[in-house]
């Protein structure tokens, strides 16, 4: 049974850090790209950032570039998104997501809102 577990949300002024981090279990975390995307009130479900499954490579929403860094540890079979530099329009539930072979099957974590606001 596939799941993933977000953590590390919470309320942050402007310029503050968080660290979200997703634990994953029951697919063979090391053998897949991992990503993190974001939902503000209002809005669509956006990609944040992106991770290949060795770590070897990211890619970032051009929003969030220079502020935020994803990385992962395999062996923890988990993967984080460090937040700096944080405005109020990075507020919004975070989701942890992988899409599985051989059907290409979504999962999604439950979410972990993160708020910026003085």
């Known amino acids: 049974q596939v799941q993933l577990v977000e953590s590390g949300g919470g309320l942050v002024q402007p310029g503050g850090s968080l660290r979200l981090s997703c634990a994953a279990s029951?697919?063979?975390?090391?053998?897949?790209?991992m990503s993190w995307y974001r939902q503000a009130p209002g809005k669509e479900r956006e990609l944040v950032a992106d991770?290949?499954?060795?770590?070897?490579?990211?890619n970032l929403a051009e929003s969030v570039k220079g502020r935020f860094t994803i990385s992962r540890d395999n062996a923890k079979k988990t993967v984080y998104l460090e937040m700096n530099s944080l405005k109020p329009e990075d507020t919004a539930v975070y989701y942890c997501?992988?899409?599985?072979?051989?059907?290409?099957?979504?999962?999604w974590g439950q979410g972990t809102q993160v708020t910026v606001s003085s």
């Open positions: 997501n992988v899409v599985l072979r051989p059907w290409r099957t979504a999962y």
């Open positions: 029951g697919f063979i975390f090391s053998g897949y790209d």
């Open positions: 991770i290949t499954n060795t770590g070897g490579s990211t």
